[in-house]
């Protein structure tokens, strides 16, 4: 996951916020055998992260909140998704990341 959105930080404190959040984002990978996103944060617990799976268009198909605990891994079932590319956003205490896949 990459973080998205405004590179230009006037606030020291956010900067370094943003960096620290950046060292321990969750890790997603898509499982071709389940076809499943799966989600796993492997240094804290998220108590609230929204996610937003959006098609090549940019348009939102799919999303919810979940919670991400720490070292448990979440699957998100994408089989009713059709073939193609497709951005899974995350957005954690107001900052958004996001990855890509294809199916």
């Known amino acids: 996951l990459e973080k998205i959105g405004d590179d230009l930080i006037s606030n020291d404190e956010d900067y370094k916020r943003d960096l620290e959040l950046e060292a321990i984002l969750p890790t997603a990978m898509y499982d071709v055998s ?28 799919e999303a919810d909140e979940i919670i991400l605990p720490k070292n448990v891994e979440v699957t998100l079932p994408i089989a009713q998704l059709f073939p193609g590319s497709y951005i899974i956003l995350l957005e954690i205490d107001d900052v958004y990341f996001q990855g890509r896949f294809v199916k």
């Open 34 to 61: 389940n076809e499943s996103l799966n989600i796993i944060s492997p240094h804290v617990t998220f108590e609230s992260v929204t996610y937003y799976i959006m098609d090549e268009n940019g348009v939102i198909v």
